[in-house]
């Protein structure tokens, strides 16, 4: 089943700070983010394990609640190139959920 | 970073007819994806594979799919009677460690249009 991601879309100014929202009613093994940006493959920006591992990027930050299966993503001083749309992965199957759409402007 | 290329890049075709979608994998990594996304919306999985077989597929992987390493090197989605709907980017992807832990690398993708 398809992990849920909210909110859908999100516009930011440049600088601005967001928060992506990942939950899913199955187990969560694992959570991995995407970017994908328009007319391109998606890119790994994290993995969140259990038990606190995380392994990615330097400039971006997420969270991982196993017990309420949910995971956040958090965007900090947004710079343009963040503008793209964001999934997060359950594993097992590697399931992406539905994105979401971020447009950071000047 | 290690790259995946897939081919072709844009391939048209009449429906009914069958498609082949190749993957150059990335030495030493061992499980293989491939996804689907049709224009603007989500991506959808179809099947993982590991060790010549089949580890998981979804309900769009039916049996006009199929998958395999028929050299033991590239990697390949097969679309035996294509339709309409199959119109979509087909990705390839890849990783070294199990799904759990390992980053997922992709391909730039296959754009598929059925006529």
């Known amino acids: 089943q398809q992990p849920v991601q909210s909110p859908q879309a999100v516009i930011l100014r440049e600088g601005e700070d967001a928060v992506i929202n990942c939950s899913s009613s199955k187990a969560l093994y694992s959570v991995h983010w995407y970017r994908q940006k328009h007319g391109e493959a998606p890119v790994f920006l994290m993995i969140?394990?259990?038990?606190?591992e995380q392994k990615g990027h330097d400039k971006i930050s997420a969270s991982f609640n196993e017990k309420k299966q949910q995971s956040s993503l958090y965007l900090t001083a947004s710079q343009l190139s963040y503008s793209g749309t964001y999934f997060c992965?359950?594993?097992?199957?590697?399931?992406f959920g539905a994105g979401t759409r971020l447009a950071v402007h000047p | 970073e290690p790259e995946v290329t897939q081919t072709p890049s844009h391939q048209v075709t009449q429906m009914g007819q069958e498609v082949i979608l190749r993957c150059v994998p990335i030495?030493?990594?061992?499980?293989f994806y491939w996804y689907r996304q049709i224009l603007g919306q989500k991506v959808e999985f179809l099947v993982s594979f590991y060790n010549n077989e089949i580890s998981e597929k979804s309900e769009i992987f039916d049996d006009q799919f199929s998958v395999e390493r028929p050299d033991g090197s590239n990697f390949t989605l097969k679309i035996r009677s294509t339709k309409l709907e199959d119109s979509a980017m087909y990705f390839c992807a890849q990783t070294r460690d199990r799904g759990s832990t390992g980053e997922l690398f992709f391909g730039e993708g296959s754009r598929l249009t059925v006529l």
């Open positions: 992965v359950r594993y097992n199957k590697l399931i």
């Open positions: 969140l394990l259990k038990g606190g």
């Open positions: 030495s030493n990594h061992l499980y």
